[in-house]
């Protein structure tokens, strides 16, 4: 809950969208295991695990650009990625140029708040937000 200190319903509600996500997908999962369901309606379940994760990558990039002590940009970039998200996981049948710069952004995205976690972990823990 790394931006609770800014918004702490969004917060909140990027813990849900993120929780939706893995829960949709174990459910599909199991439900496929034990043949409840065929691969089609598993696709259409796991199609719906990726929305949550699409909104929870957009709420945690809104997070992010609100939060006052991240920078704005990495917000603005996770935003732009969870539509590239939406658009990867919906399988419009994009070209391969265009799924490798969707891949490229979703990966930089969420790499690039990763690294700046990483290097600004220190300070983030001194300041207590």
Not at 6 to 15: C, D, G, I, Q
Not at 52 to 57: D, N, P, S
Not at 68 to 84: E, N, R
Request: proline share 2%.
């Amino acid at each position: 809950m790394l931006c609770k200190p800014a918004n702490k319903k969004l917060a909140s509600l990027t813990a849900v969208l993120r929780l939706l996500y893995a829960f949709t997908l174990i459910i599909a999962l199991l439900v496929l295991v034990f043949q409840i369901i065929d691969v089609y309606d598993y696709a259409s379940i796991k199609l719906f695990g990726y929305i949550f994760f699409g909104l929870h990558i957009f709420v945690l990039g809104y997070s992010v650009f609100k939060s006052g002590y991240i920078p704005k940009t990495l917000g603005l970039l996770l935003m732009f990625a969870s539509f590239t998200y939406i658009v990867f996981f919906v399988d419009l049948n994009l070209s391969k140029t265009l799924e490798v710069i969707t891949m490229s952004t979703m990966a930089i995205a969420e790499l690039s708040l990763s690294v700046w976690l990483i290097v600004k972990r220190k300070r983030l823990l001194e300041s207590k937000f």
